[in-house]
């Protein structure tokens, strides 16, 4: 059982809190998952620019792991822009115009790359969401949309890097957060490494957003995509991916994972609890639904 949420503002294009939203999301189905909690967040895009951030943990290795980040970053001429040590973790801002699936590959080799984008930024780490705020202030964060996950962990380690959100590794700006189990996980997978794609987990959360990001680089567009992904894809399932400018959502043909949603002129709210989108609005009625089974939809923010 995990808790996921996403909420994209239609009307305050890049101005809402999306960051405060998103913990009072979290917050509202923190029973579901008390052991970590994660946060995909979208800046604005700079042209060239791209952000990383590694986990690097918070003993004295870390900075011999920086160290090595820093020398890979140099092998493929990226220039350091900006950076920061926080929590367990090392963000680095650079200006790359290279081969984004080449350098997130070779990065993996320095240290545990979490997220990569010209506005992804995946925040994760053990605790709630006021406890990974409290490290990481997330409440500050402003922008047009983001999704967000708590987890309880069953079948991996009780650990920041085993936490949700998962990047599409190798694709820029695509995070999945993910409530349930792909049973053919192993056969997609081998699937996709013949034709040369890397994974650096064995959670079926990373599957499905590189599954994703690969049809998108191919000209489908997501919501393509997520219709395929209910055929292609075996299990029980409820997800929600979002890129730089969509968030979407798809569900599984037996509907055993929970899924509730919110939408009105202004934004589109998605969690598997109704509890989670009251928090937006606190003492009032929303008029929610629940997605049907095998269904899925997009939608994008304003330009």
């Known amino acids: ?143 047009s949309h983001g999704i967000g996950h708590v987890r309880l962990a069953t079948e991996s380690d009780v650990a920041p890097e085993a936490s949700h959100p998962f990047w599409a590794t190798g694709f820029a700006d695509v995070a999945i957060v993910h409530n349930g189990q792909i049973t053919n996980y192993w056969k997609m997978r081998r699937r996709l490494e013949k034709r040369g794609f890397e994974f650096n987990t064995d959670n079926d959360s990373e599957l499905i957003a590189v599954y994703l990001a690969d049809k998108m680089s191919q000209d489908i567009e997501l919501k393509e995509a997520l219709r395929t992904s209910i055929d292609d894809l075996d299990g029980t399932f409820s997800f929600l991916v979002s890129t730089k400018d969509e968030i979407g959502y798809a569900k599984d043909r037996l509907a055993a994972k929970p899924m509730v949603k919110f939408e009105d002129d202004d934004l589109i709210a998605i969690a598997s609890e109704e509890v989670s989108l009251n928090r937006l609005f606190p003492g009032h009625a929303l008029n929610t639904s629940e997605p049907h089974p095998g269904t899925f939809d997009t939608w994008q923010r304003s330009i």
């Open 1 to 143: 059982m995990c808790g996921i949420a996403g909420v994209m503002y239609k009307a305050k294009g890049a101005e809402a809190d999306v960051g405060q939203a998103l913990i009072a999301m979290l917050d509202g189905c923190q029973h579901r998952g008390p052991d970590s909690t994660g946060f995909a967040l979208y800046h604005v895009a700079e042209p060239g620019g791209l952000r990383l951030r590694f986990m690097v943990g918070d003993n004295g290795n870390s900075e011999a792991s920086i160290s090595k980040i820093k020398d890979k970053l140099a092998e493929f001429q990226a220039e350091i822009l900006e950076e920061e040590r926080v929590g367990s973790t090392y963000f680095v801002k650079i200006r790359f115009t290279g081969d984004i699936q080449k350098l997130a590959y070779a990065m993996e080799h320095a240290a545990t790359l979490v997220s990569i984008g010209e506005s992804l930024d995946i925040i994760k780490d053990l605790g709630g969401a006021h406890d990974v705020d409290d490290i990481y202030a997330v409440r500050d964060f402003v922008g």
